[in-house]
């Protein structure tokens, strides 16, 4: 376990709030440097007046609410609407009141100098997880790895993928994704190359020494899968499946809910539950 993992929600949150403070100070300090303005002494209070409309904007956004570990490029775009309003309310508050007199170009540097440090803040946290994650996975003895085969290139397997990544106890080794789609074939997805068709499964399972496939298509029909399956079983590999097409639209996908092939998968629909209790009801009447 990391040290970030460690550390609590509350203790996160108050952490993130800090770093932001001291970048505030250092982002508005730099930018009368950068324009060689005098330093407003008589001012002081302009600092906690950043730092104040700045964290009630992070917290009107939710950042502080974010796993920055699990970020995305949503999050990083709402970030940067945080900044950007915090800065326009500053902005207004100042000239509204008119309160001081300094160049406008001040709050533009400090606007920039923000998404630049605070954003870079951030990506460093999600930097520093992933680093750590690659430590723990190269730990891991070869011998001890699972080489795993994703049949699916798209969002789900993209997924699926990228979360094994992040788990390194899982002791999965992806060698790559297989995909129908011929505009796949060669690409990378997450450093994972697209190695080729379903059609192609066997020889791929043998020249890699696979030894576990996931089917990632959650929207494949019951044809699709159970051709999926004879493939994997002709090559005697172990095959498990993800989750339904709802659950991906939801965003529940994880290693976590990786599971057998079901009867269900095959049909393409739920199993009809048989009421036997009721039928031997029905036969006994009959038979008085």
Request: with cysteine; charged share 20%.
């Amino acid at each position: 376990m990391s040290l970030v993992d460690k550390i609590t929600p509350k203790q996160r949150k108050l952490l993130l709030i800090l770093a932001d403070s001291i970048v505030t100070v250092f982002t508005l300090y730099i930018s009368f440097l950068i324009i060689q303005a005098p330093m407003l002494t008589g001012h002081k209070w302009l600092f906690p007046l950043f730092i104040l409309i700045r964290i009630i904007a992070f917290k009107n956004y939710g950042v502080y609410m974010f796993l920055w570990r699990y970020a995305s490029i949503k999050e990083t775009v709402i970030l940067a609407k945080a900044i950007t309003l915090s800065s326009l309310l500053i902005m207004s508050s100042l000239f509204i009141t008119k309160s001081i007199d300094f160049p406008e170009s001040i709050l533009f540097i400090e606007w920039a100098l923000a998404i630049i440090f605070i954003g870079g803040s951030r990506i460093c946290l999600r930097l520093y997880r992933d680093y750590i994650v690659s430590i723990s996975i190269k730990k891991i003895k070869k011998e001890d790895q699972v080489k795993v085969l994703i049949i699916g290139a798209g969002d789900a397997g993209a997924m699926i993928a990228r979360e094994i990544q992040k788990v390194a106890s899982l002791k999965y080794n992806i060698v790559g994704f297989i995909d129908d789609e011929e505009t796949k074939l060669g690409q990378y997805i997450h450093q994972i190359p697209v190695l080729g068709t379903t059609k192609e499964v066997s020889d791929i399972v043998v020249k890699n020494n696979i030894k576990e496939a996931i089917i990632a298509i959650p929207s494949a029909n019951g044809k699709a899968i159970r051709n999926i399956m004879e493939l994997c079983e002709r090559t005697k590999i172990k095959f498990k499946t993800t989750p339904g097409l709802y659950d991906i639209i939801g965003g529940k996908v994880s290693v976590n809910q990786l599971r057998e092939v079901r009867i269900e998968d095959l049909l393409g629909r739920k199993v009809v539950q048989t009421d036997l209790s009721s039928i031997s009801k029905y036969l006994s009447i009959s038979i008085v």
